[in-house]
């Protein structure tokens, strides 16, 4: 069970776009440690904008975010380190193409963290043996199933010994058939008592697995509510209309 | 640890037909594949028939005119001067040392390339490309010195160098594998320290008496030329191009200024340019003669050339990659040098080849501004009273020695694209 001692603490985050769109409207969050956040709205709610605002892929304008008792500041040094404790998974994967399923799980905490080749690979296969792609070690990604990219993708995630994993969107570039090879290694994160935010439709996992679900809408924060209650009793006019259109 | 592999797919699916091996297509004979490519309708065979006869008929009566008309002897007694120039002949010895190192050194690296296969390769020591590539060496090796009427101890010489290169290459490609692991990393290393070596041995210094670079000439000179702006010219590019796509706007205008001006003025103007305000551009001792003055306008013409190109290959990385690796926790520079430019310049590389290759031939221009590199020694040799009017034999001589060197370059770029090609599609 989640603990009461904070994770991730958002508070009144606004941010512009160059173009002057106004994609986070003052959105408060705050995750505890062992806690599974879903975050569901329309596409263009905002997201994945402010996820990525967590680990400062993207900026923000106002309010303030700080990520297991670190401020995240223009300060370098602060955004490396939140950076080395958050994993993030991507829809689209973003595995290094050119290097081996090995070798993209070795890179960060060789180059990063300054560990022993040996050592870190021994980790490695261990994680790989986890998400179940042990015997793809050799293959470049190139080779592997979208299903097996993502696993291996988190496994990426998971070599750095991160303290939080963000998913964004992390099923939907997937084939259908590949979807639950996914969803059962996050379900089993879950279980292990990793942080986890979640962006996803799958309606399924959010049920099951998160302990909040988030509604985004506009850039704003319409519901936060256990998953029973949002999808039995919403209580908010926007959140009875998105769950209408994607149940 | 906890095993989260994903369980078996569930239900019962009715059996299916069995995989079975594709059916053998049946391989036409040598004759029959000829005839299909060529004469597969009476249109085809006839545009054939008349391809056929237009280049035999220009074959012929080239190959009649360089054995009957031409008189060879204009390139028979120039060798010396089309190869190295006005190099003074005690310090001839230096040159050869290089080509005996490089051979050597050529020859262990091939053979290693092969010991060591990528993974994902046929494996075998001896291709049959390799094999014809030897052949081709060995006759090059009995027909060249001797077509070039050298002396017999000249002839030896090179008999011995094409001797070392196979030897070499026999000797890495069947042991490698046993040697030590870091006498074999030390062999990609020794290129640049062969270089700067070369450097020495052909200029002087460390003890050596200095050759000046005006006694440079030919063959000699044109490489020298091409290999010093080519490995130059590409970090330059590298930067320029990472430079263009900063969000620092005094180094983003820089590099834009610096591109558009060199690539808005044609090379032999920059080049006549370069011998009047290069001297006062560069500090006291890196632009000291012509020579050098040229060397480093051909030099920054082609960093601004791939400088684009690379940036070709920056755009063509996923914006994604840059951010996986920073969300891995990599800074700035580590990202770029561990994930985007791998990546980049494995994609830059055809049209920086391309740019290497029109650089190697924009070394004629230096015979404009009165260097003696291959075609500058063409024209002097051509205005030589003894051999007037022997054009033809010259410029078909500069031509096949430009085409020898520009097929090994693009033999040379698409070998490295296929051994950096990790069989990828990015997702």
Known sequence: MPSTQPMIEARGVQKWYPNGFHALRGVDLSVSKGEVVVIMGPSGSGKSTFIRTFNALEEFQEGSISV?????????????AIRCDTGMVFQQFNLFPHLTVLENLSLAPVVVRKRRRSEVEAQAMALLERVGIAEQARKYPGQLSGGQQQRV?????????????????????????????????????????????VVTHEMGFAREVAHRVVLMSEGQIVEEAPPETFFTNPQHERSRQFLAQIL | ?????PGPESGSTPPLRPARPAPKSVQPSWAGALRQELFASRTDGLVSVLLIMVILAAAVGLLRWALGQAQWAVIQANTTLFAIGRYPIQQQWRLWLLVVLVAALSGVSWGLLRAFPRADRSGEIWPFNDRLAVALLGFLAAWLPAALALGLPLQLRWWVITALLV????????????WPPRLVKLVPMSWPLLYLFGMVLIAGGLGLPRVPPSEWGGLLLTLLMASFAILLSFPIGVVVALGRRSSLPLLRWASVLYIEFIRGAPLITLLFLGQNILGYMLPGGW????????????????????????????????????????????????????????????????????????LLQDTTLLSLIGLLDLLGTARTVMANPEFLGKNAEVYLTLAVLFWCCCAAL????????????????PA
Not at chain 2, 1 to 5: C, E, G, L, N, V
Not at chain 2, 298 to 309: N, P, Q, S
Request: proline share 6%; aromatic share 6%; glycine share 8%.
């Open chain 1, 68 to 80: 297991d008792g670190i401020a995240l500041s223009n300060d370098l040094r602060n955004i490396d």
């Open chain 1, 153 to 197: 993708a988190i496994a990426r995630s998971l070599c750095m010994e991160p303290r939080i994993l963000l998913f964004d969107e992390p099923t939907s570039a997937l084939d259908p058939e590949m979807v639950g090879e996914v969803l059962e290694v996050m379900r089993k994160l879950a279980a292990d008592g990793m942080t986890m935010v």
């Open chain 2, 1 to 5: 640890m906890t095993s989260i592999q």
């Open chain 2, 167 to 178: 030897a070499t290459r026999w000797l890495a490609g069947h042991w490698g594998r046993s």
């Open chain 2, 287 to 358: 632009a000291p003669d012509r020579v050098w003055r040229a060397a480093w306008v051909l030099t920054f013409f082609c960093g601004a050339y791939l400088a684009e190109a690379v940036r070709a290959g920056l755009s063509a990385v996923p914006p994604g990659q840059l951010e996986a690796a920073r969300s891995l926790g990599l800074s700035m520079p580590q990202a770029l040098q561990r994930v985007v430019l791998p990546q980049a310049l494995r994609i830059a590389l055809p049209g920086a080849v391309g740019q290497f290759i029109s």
């Open chain 2, 410 to 425: 693009g033999l040379g770029s698409r070998a490295l694209e296929r051994r950096l090609d990790p069989t990828h599609s």
